[in-house]
């Protein structure tokens, strides 16, 4: 397990541009797959983004493609997720997960069960 936390939410325009952050403690990061969720009040915790331990892989959700671009940082043990042209449909509490598994173009899970690392969100507004 690793422990994970995430930071950059807060109150946006419509159209605007937000980076989120999330740091991972632990010497082991690199063999974590990342990926990003979000939950918006009265709904179930959806799939935004995942990544691949090297980075070099990237995954998204349709309404993210285009918009959202997840990157890592093993040095530094960080994942981010850097969302442009954000609508106000994407107000949510944005997390950040991990996996120990490899995810490759056959299997990028993007159910919440198959993540046993959390951290706590951060809130993302967007405002119309």
């Known amino acids: 397990q690793v422990q994970l936390a995430e930071s950059g939410g807060q109150l946006v325009q419509a159209g605007g541009s937000l980076r989120l952050s999330c740091a991972s403690s632990?010497?082991?990061?690199?063999?974590?797959?990342m990926a990003w969720f979000r939950q918006a009040p009265g709904k179930e915790r959806e799939f935004v983004a995942a990544?691949?331990?090297?980075?070099?892989?990237?995954y998204y959700q349709d309404s993210a493609k285009g918009r959202f671009i997840i990157s890592r940082d093993n040095v530094k043990n960080t994942v981010a997720l850097q969302m442009n042209s954000l609508k106000p449909e994407d107000t949510a509490i944005y997390y950040c997960?991990?996996?120990?598994?490899?995810?490759?173009?056959?299997?990028?899970?993007?159910?919440?069960?198959?993540?046993?690392?959390w951290g706590q969100g951060t809130q993302v507004t967007v405002s119309s």
């Open positions: 990544i691949s331990r090297s980075g070099g892989s990237s």
């Open positions: 632990g010497r082991t990061f690199s063999s974590y797959s």
């Open positions: 997960a991990a996996a120990f598994n490899s995810f490759n173009s056959n299997y990028v899970p993007r159910d919440a069960l198959s993540f046993g690392s």
